[in-house]
Nanobody, 124 residues
């Protein structure tokens, strides 16, 4: 079973940047993609960004396009989420998720393993 550990969350002022990391460990036989999701206070969990492992194809939520970048380090089995131009509405717990099978969408229910989450707070 793959285990995920997020890091890099914290408090930042609007307009600032943060870089989140998601390190995967354990028995990895298939590795299709990693995705970042977030859940803001009073809201449901939503997809933020995702990346396929072999070719590095990326997807982004409309709300973060142009501001966030997702990348991966294959030897380290680690995915990153570079967040720039942060806004107060980006405040949320950010979760990393791992998916074995290929899927046409980034539904939360399709992800196989989740990290514990890391809190990102953006102040105005």
């Amino acid at each position: 079973q793959v285990q995920l550990v997020e890091s890099g969350g914290g408090l930042v002022q609007a307009g600032g940047s943060l870089r989140l990391s998601c390190a995967a460990s354990g028995r990895i036989f298939n590795f299709n993609a990693m995705g970042w999701y977030r859940q803001a206070p009073g809201k449901e969990r939503e997809f933020v960004a995702g990346i396929t492992w072999t070719f590095g194809f990326t997807d982004f939520a409309d709300s973060v396009k142009g501001r966030f970048t997702i990348s991966r380090d294959i030897p380290k089995n680690t995915a990153y989420l570079q967040m720039n131009s942060l806004k107060p509405e980006d405040t949320a717990v950010y979760y990393c998720a791992f998916r074995i099978g290929a899927r046409p969408q980034w539904n939360s229910d399709d992800m196989d393993t989740w990290g514990k989450g890391t809190l990102v707070t953006v102040s105005s």
